[in-house]
């Protein structure tokens, strides 16, 4: 296949300029401009939640309580993990890369339904102003995890409002899965199979059940709560006949199920990032494709594992264990599947490849160590310590936001047309892998050591670990935050990129970038198998001098 | 660090249990390295070789996936999984077996204290006392919201709960002070809700129940209680209303009215004094009311003291 991207796209092609005001962005239906839209919506989430970070990891400097009092800490870690958790990862990938590349990977003009699409927006913008209200007006201190009857009952603060932003913030959650769904059952190209689809889009596929199916279980869990606080309803105050493990069973139906929503769609985005990096096709790919739905239904099954501990019985303890155990085979399948594809491959050590190989190093240690704590005798040592802070940190942060960074860069010339700086950016992707090791390996000794999560005064035995944890945020700092800076500065002096400046197999690649508002020309249609490497005459990233219109960012 | 200026890097173990779980967590660091160090070599070896500028390898005949490979590696990965699975399942059931002969120790948990109550009458606050080498079990209720009583090393946590009764059981080898900790975030001042186990050796904790100052004796309090709230009158051997009797009640099956049997263990009294028409016992009307706002916690674990008092413990009964 050669390169056919002699021509460049118009400013009326260009899904930027096709229109031009303000206002024709906040009525858009492209989904391209939706994934706009979301992202500057999460970079701004993602600052608010990282100033709770910040606060966190200060106070934890010193073992005493003396930069915040109790209930600021207690309400910096509420912030952050609500945030962080509800309106950053949930929707990370699956609004952002998911709303640009699914309709592109598939062929389509457009998702199958662009204004409900554009209604997710609305409906998630308005659940995090709500949440965000009540942290302006206070802010609460129940945990991100809102337990019974420390939320319905004992709480001071904004619960209910906080609560009311999470619940309508669901509702954008359940109409971009069903929106995937159903583009993908209908509008992929002309000879695209099911098998013969991108991974990224099975990935979509399986977070889009999972978003359909376990997002109502979490609004009904959280009306429950706001019911049990206005009018002590009694269904999880034991005080009134209600039962506070019930709202842990219903909570964690949908929020083991949502740590799968975050790393389904990286799983799906390292995919492409393998064999584009190693120019070669998967290893295995159908093998590849159902360890994706396999993940997604046993991600219903094991909610119970984060009750060993609780009063549950034992033998549903040791049944929910067994099942955590088996979602090993899934996840393993894909790690040696993704070390199997650079076997005779052609790699290249590019930013993107450079975030996929950080990936996977931080995906099989977050794996393991959740093995660890899947180990029933072993989670009730270390459940609710820091080993499990590290742990979901490793899963939900070090592999989903690294697999994000790496789609972001590896799509980035599609998106906007430009290239970026490479050496930034595999400085940034090393001080990232770094930083977050820094930040989060401590966590593990600390966990194991005894320290309870949510603590705001430590043992001073365990000032060490925490300092170096602490040491880790600056490091951390800089991955996130040079990537904005030379992205940025990227719109305006970078190289343009031409249609496939990596070389890639997808069909999102045989478009202009960035692409036309209605994605092609043309419909597209697909032969032969999945990533039909190799692809191009040379090597080299096709760079086009020409001068072409830089993308202009309204509104 | 440490007060010797040593890191710490590894908590003590102080029982059996704890010995077995370090064993169990030192093999999965062994399990670990095992799936995870061919991905590594695997990577940086094709990382290496297979590199763009290299024209000297054969690219020819590339694999798009070989069945027993697939194959392979989801098996044994499982089946080693599989292996820690039972290790770790039959090391959990061994916690949740407390030995009969274990001492009793109530333990009520509250927004932000730890309270103690020995069977001699013996009351203390975020500090428990146990004799070294004695199976001992800590039943445990909690006043407000939800909390975990966390002995890092013993390796053993247990929610407390309100509205349910729950328990663990240890036996602490070495004499010394442990911390005690709370692990289930509880409101504001969770990080305070700490406090010591101190584990003596056993003449020196007889010593200690006998030198501290005991209130009534807890089933003799619950005694008390249990005619001054009225429930003699019924449950009594002489009572006019046709109750369900006590003795030997406890730790005894118990049929139900559903046509279900329950074991009568801490929890099934606890429950039936605070919701009695939950599970009523089999050939009796519901007719006892609750006692959900009338009794404390404290008095709570009093009344189930005395009605366990009524089984036939040595030295407890009447």
Same mark, same amino acid.
């Given at each position: 296949?050669?390169?056919?991207?002699?021509?460049?796209?118009?400013?009326?092609?260009?899904?930027?300029?096709?229109?031009?005001?303000?206002?024709?962005?906040?009525?858009?239906?492209?989904?391209?401009?939706?994934?706009?839209?979301?992202?500057?919506?999460?970079?701004?989430?993602?600052?608010?939640?990282?100033?709770?970070?910040?606060?966190?990891?200060?106070?934890?400097?010193?073992?005493?309580?003396?930069?915040?009092?109790?209930?600021?800490?207690?309400?910096?870690?509420?912030?952050?993990?609500?945030?962080?958790?509800?309106?950053?990862?949930?929707?990370?990938?699956?609004?952002?890369?998911?709303?640009?590349?699914?309709?592109?990977?598939?062929?389509?003009?457009?998702?199958?339904?662009?204004?409900?699409?554009?209604?997710?927006?609305?409906?998630?913008?308005?659940?995090?102003?709500?949440?965000?209200?009540?942290?302006?007006?206070?802010?609460?201190?129940?945990?991100?995890?809102?337990?019974?009857?420390?939320?319905?009952?004992?709480?001071?603060?904004?619960?209910?409002?906080?609560?009311?932003?999470?619940?309508?913030?669901?509702?954008?959650?359940?109409?971009?899965?069903?929106?995937?769904?159903?583009?993908?059952?209908?509008?992929?190209?002309?000879?695209?199979?099911?098998?013969?689809?991108?991974?990224?889009?099975?990935?979509?596929?399986?977070?889009?059940?999972?978003?359909?199916?376990?997002?109502?279980?979490?609004?009904?869990?959280?009306?429950?709560?706001?019911?049990?606080?206005?009018?002590?309803?009694?269904?999880?105050?034991?005080?009134?006949?209600?039962?506070?493990?019930?709202?842990?069973?219903?909570?964690?139906?949908?929020?083991?199920?949502?740590?799968?929503?975050?790393?389904?769609?990286?799983?799906?985005?390292?995919?492409?990032?393998?064999?584009?990096?190693?120019?070669?096709?998967?290893?295995?790919?159908?093998?590849?494709?159902?360890?994706?739905?396999?993940?997604?239904?046993?991600?219903?099954?094991?909610?119970?594992?984060?009750?060993?501990?609780?009063?549950?019985?034992?033998?549903?303890?040791?049944?929910?264990?067994?099942?955590?155990?088996?979602?090993?085979?899934?996840?393993?399948?894909?790690?040696?599947?993704?070390?199997?594809?650079?076997?005779?491959?052609?790699?290249?050590?590019?930013?993107?490849?450079?975030?996929?190989?950080?990936?996977?190093?931080?995906?099989?240690?977050?794996?393991?160590?959740?093995?660890?704590?899947?180990?029933?005798?072993?989670?009730?040592?270390?459940?609710?310590?820091?080993?499990?802070?590290?742990?979901?940190?490793?899963?939900?942060?070090?592999?989903?936001?690294?697999?994000?960074?790496?789609?972001?860069?590896?799509?980035?010339?599609?998106?906007?047309?430009?290239?970026?700086?490479?050496?930034?950016?595999?400085?940034?992707?090393?001080?990232?892998?770094?930083?977050?090791?820094?930040?989060?390996?401590?966590?593990?000794?600390?966990?194991?050591?005894?320290?309870?999560?949510?603590?705001?005064?430590?043992?001073?035995?365990?000032?060490?670990?925490?300092?170096?944890?602490?040491?880790?945020?600056?490091?951390?700092?800089?991955?996130?935050?040079?990537?904005?800076?030379?992205?940025?500065?990227?719109?305006?002096?970078?190289?343009?990129?031409?249609?496939?400046?990596?070389?890639?197999?997808?069909?999102?690649?045989?478009?202009?970038?960035?692409?036309?508002?209605?994605?092609?020309?043309?419909?597209?249609?697909?032969?032969?198998?999945?990533?039909?490497?190799?692809?191009?005459?040379?090597?080299?990233?096709?760079?086009?001098?020409?001068?072409?219109?830089?993308?202009?960012?309204?509104? | 660090?440490?007060?010797?200026?040593?890191?710490?890097?590894?908590?003590?173990?102080?029982?059996?249990?704890?010995?077995?779980?370090?064993?169990?967590?030192?093999?999965?660091?062994?399990?670990?390295?095992?799936?995870?160090?061919?991905?590594?070599?695997?990577?940086?070896?094709?990382?290496?070789?297979?590199?763009?500028?290299?024209?000297?390898?054969?690219?020819?005949?590339?694999?798009?996936?070989?069945?027993?490979?697939?194959?392979?590696?989801?098996?044994?990965?499982?089946?080693?999984?599989?292996?820690?699975?039972?290790?770790?399942?039959?090391?959990?059931?061994?916690?949740?077996?407390?030995?009969?002969?274990?001492?009793?120790?109530?333990?009520?948990?509250?927004?932000?204290?730890?309270?103690?109550?020995?069977?001699?009458?013996?009351?203390?606050?975020?500090?428990?006392?146990?004799?070294?080498?004695?199976?001992?079990?800590? *039943?445990?209720?909690?006043?407000?919201?939800?909390?975990?009583? #966390?002995? &890092?090393?013993?390796?053993?946590? /247990? @929610? =407390? !709960?309100?509205?349910?009764?729950?328990?663990?059981?240890?036996?602490?080898?070495?004499?010394?002070?442990?911390?005690?900790?709370?692990?289930?975030?509880?409101?504001?001042?969770?990080?305070?809700?700490?406090?010591?186990?101190?584990?003596?050796?056993?003449?020196?904790?007889?010593?200690?129940?006998?030198?501290?100052?005991?209130?009534?004796?807890?089933?003799?309090?619950?005694?008390?209680?249990?005619?001054?709230?009225?429930?003699?009158?019924?449950?009594?051997?002489?009572?006019?209303?046709?109750?369900?009797?006590?003795?030997?009640?406890?730790?005894?099956?118990?049929?139900?009215?559903?046509?279900?049997?329950?074991?009568?263990?801490?929890?099934?009294?606890?429950?039936? *004094?605070?919701?009695?028409?939950?599970?009523?016992?089999?050939? #009796?009307? &519901?007719?006892?009311?609750?006692? /959900? @706002? =009338? !009794?404390?916690?404290?008095?709570?674990?009093?009344?189930?003291?005395?009605?366990?008092?009524?089984?036939?413990?040595?030295?407890?009964?009447?």
């Amino acid at each position: 296949m050669t390169d056919p991207s002699q021509e460049r796209p118009s400013r009326s092609e260009n899904f930027w300029t096709a229109r031009e005001t303000a206002l024709s962005w906040f009525l858009t239906t492209d989904h391209k401009r939706v994934a706009v839209l979301y992202a500057l919506t999460l970079i701004a989430t993602f600052a608010l939640g990282s100033v709770g970070a910040a606060i966190v990891r200060l106070e934890l400097i010193t073992p005493a309580g003396d930069l915040v009092s109790a209930e600021a800490y207690n309400r910096a870690f509420t912030l952050h993990g609500i945030v962080m958790v509800f309106f950053f990862l949930v929707p990370l990938i699956p609004a952002t890369l998911g709303n640009f590349l699914l309709p592109l990977m598939l062929g389509a003009k457009d998702l199958a339904f662009p204004r409900l699409n554009l209604a997710s927006w609305y409906v998630f913008v308005i659940g995090a102003g709500l949440a965000v209200a009540a942290i302006a007006m206070g802010g609460l201190e129940t945990g991100w995890t809102f337990y019974t009857p420390l939320s319905s009952v004992y709480a001071d603060g904004y619960v209910t409002l906080a609560i009311l932003g999470v619940f309508v913030s669901g509702f954008a959650s359940i109409f971009t899965g069903i929106n995937f769904i159903v583009t993908t059952h209908t509008l992929r190209a002309p000879g695209m199979g099911w098998f013969q689809m991108p991974l990224f889009v099975w990935g979509m596929y399986a977070t889009s059940l999972v978003m359909v199916l376990a997002t109502p279980v979490l609004a009904v869990t959280l009306l429950l709560v706001i019911a049990e606080r206005a009018f002590g309803i009694g269904v999880f105050d034991p005080a009134i006949g209600g039962d506070p493990l019930l709202f842990q069973h219903l909570f964690w139906f949908y929020s083991h199920p949502a740590v799968y929503i975050m790393i389904l769609p990286a799983l799906g985005v390292m995919s492409e990032l393998v064999t584009a990096g190693s120019h070669n096709r998967i290893f295995g790919y159908r093998f590849v494709a159902f360890s994706s739905i396999a993940i997604a239904v046993l991600s219903f099954l094991v909610w119970g594992h984060h009750m060993f501990t609780s009063g549950q019985s034992m033998y549903g303890g040791i049944v929910f264990s067994f099942l955590s155990f088996l979602v090993a085979v899934p996840s393993a399948v894909k790690a040696y599947n993704w070390a199997a594809t650079l076997y005779k491959g052609r790699i290249t050590l590019n930013t993107p490849f450079l975030y996929a190989l950080s990936f996977i190093g931080l995906f099989v240690f977050g794996g393991l160590t959740g093995l660890v704590l899947a180990s029933i005798a072993v989670d009730v040592h270390v459940h609710d310590t820091y080993f499990v802070v590290a742990h979901f940190h490793y899963i939900m942060v070090g592999a989903a936001v690294t697999a994000f960074m790496g789609g972001l860069h590896f799509w980035w010339p599609k998106i906007t047309g430009r290239l970026f700086n490479e050496s930034l950016g595999r400085f940034s992707a090393v001080m990232l892998f770094l930083g977050f090791n820094l930040t989060f390996f401590p966590q593990f000794v600390l966990g194991y050591l005894g320290m309870p999560r949510r603590y705001h005064e430590y043992d001073p035995d365990l000032q060490i670990w925490n300092v170096l944890s602490s040491a880790g945020v600056p490091m951390l700092a800089v991955g996130y935050g040079l990537p904005l800076l030379y992205l940025g500065w990227s719109l305006k002096i970078g190289e343009k990129a031409g249609r496939n400046p990596w070389n890639a197999a997808g069909l999102e690649w045989t478009t202009t970038s960035p692409p036309p508002e209605h994605n092609f020309p043309e419909p597209p249609e697909w032969e032969g198998p999945a990533y039909p490497y190799p692809v191009g005459e040379t090597e080299e990233p096709q760079v086009q001098e020409e001068a072409q219109p830089k993308p202009e960012r309204e509104a | 660090m440490r007060a010797d200026g040593a890191i710490p890097v590894w908590p003590e173990a102080i029982s059996a249990h704890a010995d077995s779980v370090d064993a169990l967590a030192i093999g999965f660091f062994a399990l670990i390295w095992t799936l995870a160090l061919p991905i590594g070599f695997a990577i940086v070896w094709f990382g290496w070789r297979y590199r763009r500028l290299n024209e000297d390898v054969d690219r020819k005949q590339r694999h798009h996936g070989l069945t027993w490979l697939e194959l392979s590696w989801m098996i044994v990965p499982f089946l080693l999984a599989l292996v820690f699975f039972t290790w770790s399942a039959l090391l959990f059931r061994d916690l949740h077996r407390p030995p009969a002969d274990a001492r009793e120790v109530y333990a009520i948990g509250l927004q932000w204290m730890w309270k103690f109550e020995h069977p001699g009458g013996q009351r203390e606050i975020n500090t428990l006392h146990v004799p070294a080498g004695e199976p001992v079990r800590v *039943i445990m209720n909690s006043q407000d919201v939800i909390h975990s009583l #966390y002995l &890092p090393e013993l390796r053993i946590k /247990q @929610d =407390v !709960v309100p509205g349910r009764t729950t328990s663990l059981w240890f036996r602490a080898d070495d004499p010394g002070s442990y911390s005690l900790r709370c692990a289930e975030y509880c409101g504001v001042s969770h990080s305070r809700m700490v406090g010591e186990l101190v584990v003596m050796a056993p003449a020196a904790f007889e010593a200690w129940l006998a030198g501290t100052e005991a209130g009534l004796p807890l089933a003799r309090a619950g005694e008390a209680l249990f005619r001054e709230l009225g429930c003699s009158g019924c449950h009594g051997a002489n009572a006019a209303v046709r109750a369900p009797g006590l003795a030997d009640l406890y730790r005894r099956p118990v049929p139900l009215a559903s046509g279900e049997t329950v074991i009568a263990d801490e929890r099934y009294l606890t429950d039936s *004094i605070l919701m009695p028409e939950s599970q009523v016992v089999a050939g #009796y009307e &519901p007719v006892m009311p609750s006692f /959900q @706002d =009338v !009794v404390t916690e404290s008095e709570l674990v009093a009344l189930v003291a005395y009605i366990k008092s009524l089984s036939g413990r040595e030295g407890e009964r009447e």
